[in-house]
Nanobody
Framework: VQLVESGGGLVQAGGSLRLSCLVS????????MAWFRQAPGKEREFVAR????????LYTDSVKDRFTISRDNAKNTVYLQMDSLKPEDTAVYYC??????????????????WGQGTQVTVSS
């Protein structure tokens, strides 16, 4: 299983970035997907989750109404559109294959497969 993120970079506060994560080695259309992030000196935290069909999404409170998770099952790709970025959004962002039994484990629980991460830096 391979997850490859792209789209990170340096942006000014108020700007936008779109992260992409290309997944291979799994039946992508059957898996829920998630994004996590880790800021310097902090633990990795949940950002957003999307179900297999794209009909259900979940966000951490700090990114609601600013970030949008989506997916294209034909392209085996999940996206994170980040708008109105703030300096506190600075972190390494990781793509994750979320557990299918999320209701049992908790919808913010990560699965076993991770991407390598992409750096997002928001300047004030």
């Amino acid at each position: 299983v391979q997850l490859v993120e792209s789209g990170g970079g340096l942006v000014q506060a108020g700007g936008s970035l779109r992260l992409s994560c290309l997944v291979s080695g799994r039946t992508f259309s059957s898996d829920p997907m998630a994004w996590f992030r880790q800021a310097p000196g902090k633990e990795r935290e949940f950002v957003a989750r999307i179900n297999w069909s794209g009909t259900f999404t979940l966000y951490t409170d700090s990114v609601k109404d600013r970030f949008t998770i989506s997916r294209d099952n034909a392209k085996n790709t999940v996206y994170l559109q980040m708008d109105s970025l703030k300096p506190e959004d600075t972190a390494v962002y990781y793509c994750n294959v979320a557990p299918r039994n999320g209701v049992t484990l908790g919808l913010r629980t990560p699965g076993d497969y991770w991407g390598q991460g992409t750096q997002v830096t928001v300047s004030s």
